[in-house]
């Protein structure tokens, strides 16, 4: 069993809008904090936003602030991310991770490219 399975990556044109979904199971998914990654070719993962268990707070990269959106529905054992106004700087793999004290969950990443 997958702990975490991304969706909702693809190709879209620049300034358009896409959401990725990370669906969790086999753990406790309300009690870990959730995060979105990003990793281009030959580089190490950066984060891009990151929301608390509880969903009251959340932080995002400079890079994203204004136009991403991370958000979780505990019920569903669910975290997205609504993202606007892409860039072609945005082009990379996004990957979901879960995190609570020293256990940590990654998902499989999904493509995310924003091109003409």
């Known amino acids: 069993q997958v702990p975490l399975v991304e969706s909702g990556g693809g190709l879209v044109q620049p300034g358009g809008s896409l959401r990725l979904s990370c669906a969790a199971s086999?753990?406790?998914?309300?009690?870990?904090?959730m995060s979105w990654y990003r990793q281009y070719p030959g580089k190490e993962r950066e984060m891009v936003a990151t929301?608390?268990?509880?969903?009251?707070?959340?932080n995002y990269a400079d890079s994203v602030k204004g136009r991403f959106t991370i958000s979780r529905d505990n019920d569903k054992k669910t975290v997205f991310l609504q993202m606007n106004n892409l860039k072609p700087d945005d082009t990379a793999v996004y990957y979901c991770?879960?995190?609570?004290?020293?256990?940590?969950?990654w998902g499989q990443g999904t493509q995310v490219t924003v091109s003409s």
């Open positions: 991770n879960a995190r609570y004290y020293i256990n940590t969950y």
């Open positions: 086999g753990f406790t998914f309300s009690i870990y904090s």
């Open positions: 929301i608390t268990r509880g969903g009251d707070t959340t």
